[in-house]
């Protein structure tokens, strides 16, 4: 591995994400509330959610951590948000699937941005820092 | 010394990571280990494995003389009085919590105070947090300078007659602070508190008199000092250990075992229950060797000539910042952070050019708050890095501030 694979990790969508985190910020009224942290490096993250009907109808994070963690958090916002729950989770399951480099059949589901993410199954002690965001979101719905 | 014929002792540094030559920075997590202390542990399993203290055959007296072999080594290499002073632990982390467990619940009460410090390691915080809950005493941090150094003034100030242990590290794992501990001793002493040192980053790089410094309690770890991982060391003064209860008991402790009570074994079996890490001992005791063939007093100087170059190195990088107070008060530890980079990209991006660096909040949440961040970079050196190595560092941090730069 080069100096040059950091481009497989660090994509251009990641450090736009990074940079220009969407949904940041805190939800009005009572949303459920799921404050996570990786103890092993700091990272943290309060996701906030509003689900109604089975529906992430909204998502919104706030906290601190590189790049990968940052960024995963603002992708996962954005494509869970509008989602069923259900669908939420099935792709949380295909994220977690996408880390530990299996083949993944996303069917119906649109990854998007989550795509480039892909490239950090290759650097498994940033792994954690992907997937944290998407377990805040799991325990989340399941408080529901 | 010639760090160059050292490194040749050291297998593992000489192997290609991510397709470059490795550069480790990161020994004050744990050190690598010279042949002559795989070796010694490869020999005592090939040759003398055996219980210690038990049986009479030979291998047995083998295995029992090369453990307390490692016991005299370490009795010389700090220092203490005697053998009796030091016991065998798994580590600092059991070390700091024997004292806590026995010594701190069985001498503290309401209205006493222990006191640390806000550049220790969680294993010397939190063992007292449970001591301080247990007991109904208080626990209180002494201040820090701006620079990261210990404010005396402070010190002087909170050291009380309220005051019963006060606990602190020799050296900040993520500062490279080398705390005045003999002073502190003194003020402590007046007061009749006792004092317990965190050794974990001060054993490997500095020359250790338990005497001269006269603290009651020095604990620290084999595998930060060329050593195996799961031994460490507990020296604590003989008529201390003497009054302490024991906190594991069961086989190799005992004196005598009746139905309902049992009698402990004299210092220092008494607090080694369970068959003790023979082979961890044996390594630590070959590490010893290995560090007295160095010389303590050069490998401080190797340390401190290393630190003072690559601070200068370092600061050439603009917008990396570097914390904890100038070279000259430090030991062989940078921590840093390189504006708008989070130190964990930094220690990936250096990864795939095969620098290893920490990054993280180095087991010391208080302090990085006190630093006002959430994490760090950390490169840590030891008597196998030269000034080669550094540049390897600055290169790959210049890269780094480079690659960050441009895709933003």
Request: aromatic share 6%; hydrophobic share 40%.
């Amino acid at each position: 591995m080069s100096f040059d694979n950091l481009d497989t990790l660090y994509r251009q969508v990641i450090m736009d994400h990074y940079k220009h985190p969407r949904n940041r910020g805190k939800l009005e009224g009572d949303a459920l509330v799921v404050d996570m942290n990786n103890p092993t490096c700091g990272d943290r993250i309060q996701l906030q959610l509003e689900v109604e009907d089975g529906k992430v109808k909204d998502a919104k994070f706030d906290g601190e951590g590189c790049s990968i963690s940052m960024s995963s958090a603002s992708m996962m916002t954005q494509a869970v948000k509008g989602k069923a729950v259900e669908d939420a989770l099935r792709m949380s399951e295909l994220f977690s699937d996408m880390m530990l480099g299996k083949e993944i059949d996303p069917g119906d589901l649109e990854l998007g941005d989550i795509e480039a993410l892909q490239g950090v199954a290759k650097f498994p002690a940033r792994i954690k820092c992907a997937t944290l965001a998407w377990k805040a979101m799991e325990q989340g719905v399941e408080k529901k | 010394m010639d760090a160059r014929s050292i490194r040749e002792q050291f297998p593992i540094l000489n192997q290609e990571v991510n397709g470059h030559p490795l550069v480790y920075l990161d020994s004050s997590a744990t050190s690598h280990k010279p042949l002559a202390v795989l070796e010694a542990v490869d020999a005592y399993y090939r040759n003398d494995n055996s219980n210690v203290h038990r049986g009479v055959h030979t291998l047995g007296t083998r295995a029992t003389d090369k453990y307390e072999g490692a016991r005299e080594k370490v009795q010389q290499f700090i220092n203490a009085r005697s053998t009796k002073e030091v016991i065998f632990t798994r580590g600092t982390t059991t070390a700091i919590n024997t004292v806590a467990h026995s010594y701190a619940r069985a001498n503290l009460k309401p209205g006493d105070e222990v006191i640390i410090t806000p550049m220790e390691h969680h294993s010397n915080i939190i063992p007292w947090q449970q001591a301080v809950k247990a007991t109904g005493a208080t626990l209180k941090y002494f201040e820090l300078n701006d620079d990261g150094t210990l404010n005396m003034d402070d010190v002087k100030k909170s050291i009380g007659p309220q005051t019963k242990i006060v606990a602190l590290t020799h050296v900040s794992n993520v500062l490279g602070t080398i705390n005045p501990i003999k002073e502190i001793v003194e003020l402590a002493h007046r007061q009749n508190a006792v004092v317990l040192v965190d050794g974990a980053q001060g054993a490997p790089h500095l020359k250790v008199n338990v005497q001269e410094i006269d603290c009651d309690f020095y604990c620290f770890s084999g595998h930060k000092m060329c050593g195996p991982t799961g031994i460490g060391i507990l020296y604590g003064k003989q008529e201390l250990l003497e009054e302490m209860e024991p906190v594991e008991f069961g086989g190799e402790m005992i004196d005598f075992v009746h139905l309902y009570d049992s009698t402990w074994k004299e210092l220092p079996w008494k607090f080694e229950g369970g068959t003790p890490i023979i082979a961890g001992a044996i390594g630590l005791g070959a590490a010893i060797d290995f560090l007295n063939q160095i010389g303590m007093d050069e490998i401080e100087a190797h340390d401190q000539k290393l630190t003072n170059y690559a601070m200068e190195r370092m600061r050439e990088i603009e917008g990396l910042e570097i914390y904890g107070p100038a070279a000259d008060k430090r030991s062989a530890v940078v921590t840093f952070n390189i504006d708008g980079v989070h130190p964990h990209d930094t220690a990936t991006a250096l990864d795939t050019m095969g620098i290893a660096v920490r990054a993280g909040h180095h087991c010391a949440q208080p302090l990085m708050r006190w630093l006002n961040a959430t994490a760090t970079a950390r490169a840590s050196m030891y008597v196998y890095n030269t000034e080669d190595d550094i540049d390897q560092l600055v290169s790959g941090l210049t890269r780094t501030k480079e690659f960050f730069g441009n895709v933003f």
